[in-house]
């Protein structure tokens, strides 16, 4: 599981498993999504568009399938190529640089036959939780275009069914996870580790996961991650973790949380985008020509598709 710094323990508040979050090998330098709350059918649409897509040069574990499996400006690697497959099977779909999550099928069924190493909590609600995603989720791939600049372009739609019901498991996996580290988070003060909490969050963490804490709310299209914690967090959370959160967020403090908030309650539609990676090569725009031509659209034909999904599903 996670470990317990600061910025890890963030990201273990809203998304708890470890598997979440994925090296990639296919980039992009810059990622939209803009998303619909449809309370009568009681489903979360999105759209995802991937802006500069390339293949990265970096080697090492999780970049390439064997110290030979190597991509070069002008060519994808074998592991490339078949993580972009998993992105046209519906099985993948990136949120920015990792700095929510990085939703992959496989995984998350992985983890429903193995626990996964070092996790303070893992039983039933867990399981009920990945079941959920997996069951709820669906992924399709738009199709690919050039931009202005000649660069690969793509997009996704993805759809959360029983978004309600997968939320409410969420809350209560969060609470689950949560209370399974106080007690390391209390070792941390002790010990004096500069990312550690204050005692005073740490009981204020504990005295809220005595109730029903909703971690995750959705009303309309405002969605609200709330982080418990005192002032003096707050502060030094905001100035290191929070420091390079996607357009379209914006923070508040309240006297015994932090929030994190996109989209508005009446607003028609929420909108994030964020700079992911530098480096742009042509190397995926020539594997998509020669392999997958007919999923290579005009920009005009992406765009008309992504509007009909997002207001219609």
Not at 117 to 131: M, N, R, T, V
Request: proline share 3%; glycine share 6%.
């Amino acid at each position: 599981m996670i470990g317990m710094t600061t910025k890890p323990l963030l990201c273990s508040l809203f998304f708890s498993f470890a598997s979440f979050f994925l090296s990639s090998c296919i980039e992009f330098e810059t990622e939209e999504i803009v998303y619909h709350h449809d309370e009568e059918k009681d489903e979360i649409r999105m759209k995802l568009i991937y802006e500069g897509i390339f293949g990265n040069l970096k080697v090492g574990q999780n970049m390439q399938k064997n110290p030979d499996d190597k991509a070069a400006p002008e060519k994808l690697n074998q592991l490339q190529v078949e993580q972009l497959a998993s992105v046209l099977n519906g099985d993948q779909a990136f949120f920015f640089s990792n700095w929510i999550f990085e939703y992959k099928r496989v995984a998350l069924k992985e983890m429903l036959k193995e626990e996964p190493k070092g996790s303070l909590a893992f039983g039933k609600p867990e399981k009920d939780l990945i079941e959920a995603l997996i069951k709820n989720v669906e992924i399709d791939s738009v199709g690919f275009y050039r931009d202005k600049d000649g660069r690969l372009c793509g997009a996704q739609t993805l759809r959360l069914l029983n978004a309600s019901k997968v939320i409410s498991l969420a809350n209560g996996v969060l609470r689950r996870q949560l209370k399974a580290r106080i007690a390391d988070m209390r070792k941390e003060i002790e010990k004096k580790t500069k990312s550690s909490f204050t005692p005073e969050t740490i009981d204020l963490i504990e005295t809220k996961l005595q109730e029903e804490f909703l971690f995750i709310r959705i009303e309309g299209n405002l969605i609200t991650l709330t982080m418990i914690m005192n002032h003096p967090d707050q502060q030094k959370i905001s100035k290191s973790t929070l420091t390079d959160l996607p357009q379209g967020t914006r923070i508040e403090f309240q006297d015994e949380a932090l929030l994190v908030k996109i989209g508005g309650k009446d607003a028609q539609e929420g909108k994030l985008s964020k700079k992911c990676f530098e480096g742009y090569l042509p190397n995926a725009l020539n594997h998509v020509r020669e392999n997958h031509k007919k999923l290579l659209l005009k920009p005009k034909k992406v765009k008309q598709k992504l509007r009909k999904f997002l207001e219609r599903g």
